[in-house]
């Protein structure tokens, strides 16, 4: 499998908190006006002008959310920075700041935190973030990373998940399950892995599954476009742990129902195809799977004209009364309830 390529080993110890500091920072001077202060003093200090500030943590622990086996360090830290700037673009909102926490075992050199923030690095060049403070520190077991992000909207456009109505059309925005896909091909080779060390296993059939898991990417094109298209939504999420539980947590902030129609779910010709080799449901993992980092929204009927033709969207239902509630309208024309059932669900139910 993917084996760490570095072959030196300088210990924590040896470089010490500040050497640490200096070291993981040196290539990250500030680049945007908002940072006033960055990295250097006991806080940053951020200026948002008259925008609303919007704030965002997620925490990644290995074992639970990641593991290294299949996981560059590089690409868990572009990763973890996904993860966060994608819950501002759910906002309608620009990502401005990240801080990071980090606290790892002594199994881990200098040399792999600087991986790390290799992929830190890159993630915040491509998305024109700063990175403007962070705390590694000790672990006694495996690798924790903790990543706040910042950022601002204009009060008028914040979207929040409470403001869809009946009838509003739900949309989605790229396509769904290639990234459960993508984990579904890295854990079988894992397994292939150790049972015979010298595998090479040839993936080039699911380069963009396992893309979708290692390397995503979070929609910082949408909250411009929706701009440009003279587009508010109604109502706004990111889908983290599955269109249906998303679609749930849209439906109950907003105190409406929903039909949802398995035809015009977004699926990649890649996972109908993985999804036959490991006999699994195509719809099931779209609606469960997890880790797309796609946007969920909704907008009032009158906007169908704006998004009808646009490839970058997919209108996949409708929104109703409450009292009519959540459901998949199969291929079959039949009603089933919507249930929230996100990856962590799927992970318990495998174990
Ligand atoms: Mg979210």
Same mark, same amino acid.
């Given at each position: 499998?993917?084996?760490?390529?570095?072959?030196?080993?300088?210990?924590?110890? @040896?470089?010490?908190?500040?050497?640490? #500091?200096?070291?993981?920072?040196? /290539?990250?001077?500030?680049?945007?006006?908002?940072?006033?202060?960055?990295?250097?003093?006991?806080?940053?200090?951020?200026?948002?002008?008259?925008?609303?500030?919007?704030?965002?943590?997620?925490?990644?622990?290995?074992?639970?959310?990641?593991?290294?086996?299949?996981?560059?360090?590089?690409?868990?830290?572009?990763?973890?920075?996904?993860?966060?700037?994608?819950?501002?673009?759910?906002?309608?909102?620009?990502?401005?700041?990240?801080?990071?926490?980090?606290?790892?075992? /002594?199994?881990?050199?200098?040399?792999?935190?600087?991986?790390?923030?290799?992929?830190?690095?890159?993630?915040?060049?491509?998305?024109?973030?700063?990175?403007?403070?962070?705390?590694?520190?000790?672990?006694?077991?495996?690798?924790?990373?903790? #990543?706040?992000?910042?950022?601002?909207?204009?009060?008028?456009?914040?979207?929040?998940?409470?403001?869809?109505?009946?009838?509003?059309?739900?949309?989605?925005?790229?396509?769904?399950?290639?990234?459960?896909?993508?984990?579904?091909?890295? @854990?079988?080779?894992?397994?292939?892995?150790?049972?015979?060390?010298?595998?090479?296993?040839?993936?080039?059939?699911?380069?963009?599954?396992?893309?979708?898991?290692?390397?995503?990417?979070?929609?910082?094109?949408?909250?411009?476009?929706?701009?440009?298209?003279?587009?508010? =939504?109604?109502?706004?999420?990111? #889908?983290?742990?599955?269109?249906?539980?998303?679609?749930?947590?849209?439906?109950? /902030?907003?105190?409406?129902?929903?039909?949802?129609?398995?035809?015009?779910?977004?699926?990649? =010709?890649?996972? #109908?195809?993985?999804?036959?080799?490991?006999?699994?449901?195509?719809?099931?993992?779209?609606?469960?799977?997890? @880790?797309?980092?796609?946007?969920?929204?909704?907008?009032?009927?009158?906007?169908?004209?704006?998004?009808?033709? /646009?490839?970058?969207?997919?209108?996949?239902?409708?929104?109703?009364?409450?009292?009519?509630?959540?459901?998949?309208?199969?291929?079959?024309?039949?009603?089933?309830?919507?249930?929230?059932?996100?990856?962590?669900?799927?992970?318990?139910? @495998?174990?």
């Amino acid at each position: 499998m993917i084996e760490d390529s570095h072959q030196s080993r300088t210990n924590l110890s @040896e470089l010490g908190e500040f050497g640490l #500091i200096d070291l993981l920072t040196k /290539n990250l001077a500030p680049k945007l006006s908002s940072t006033i202060k960055s990295i250097g003093d006991d806080a940053a200090v951020l200026d948002f002008k008259d925008n609303q500030t919007l704030v965002t943590t997620d925490l990644l622990v290995e074992g639970v959310h990641f593991d290294l086996a299949y996981m560059p360090l590089k690409h868990l830290g572009y990763k973890a920075v996904m993860v966060n700037l994608s819950d501002v673009y759910a906002m309608n909102g620009t990502a401005t700041q990240i801080t990071i926490g980090i606290a790892c075992s /002594n199994r881990f050199p200098v040399e792999a935190l600087e991986e790390l923030y290799a992929g830190i690095e890159l993630a915040a060049k491509i998305y024109n973030i700063d990175v403007v403070g962070g705390d590694t520190t000790s672990s006694t077991k495996g690798l924790l990373i903790s #990543i706040t992000a910042l950022g601002y909207a204009k009060k008028e456009d914040v979207v929040y998940r409470s403001g869809a109505k009946p009838n509003d059309l739900l949309v989605v925005t790229g396509d769904l399950g290639a990234a459960y896909m993508g984990l579904q091909i890295l @854990e079988r080779e894992k397994a292939v892995f150790k049972v015979n060390p010298n595998s090479q296993p040839d993936l080039d059939a699911y380069t963009y599954l396992i893309e979708r898991q290692l390397k995503p990417e979070a929609r910082k094109d949408i909250p411009p476009l929706l701009k440009d298209l003279g587009l508010r =939504p109604t109502s706004m999420i990111d #889908i983290s742990d599955g269109l249906s539980s998303e679609i749930i947590h849209l439906c109950k /902030n907003s105190g409406v129902g929903v039909n949802l129609f398995e035809d015009k779910i977004p699926l990649d =010709p890649a996972v #109908i195809s993985a999804c036959e080799e490991f006999e699994l449901d195509s719809t099931t993992i779209a609606l469960s799977g997890g @880790e797309d980092y796609e946007l969920l929204f909704t907008v009032a009927q009158e906007d169908f004209e704006k998004i009808k033709a /646009n490839p970058n969207f997919s209108i996949i239902g409708h929104m109703t009364e409450a009292r009519e509630g959540m459901h998949l309208v199969t291929r079959g024309n039949t009603k089933i309830p919507l249930i929230a059932k996100g990856w962590n669900a799927m992970e318990k139910e @495998e174990d």
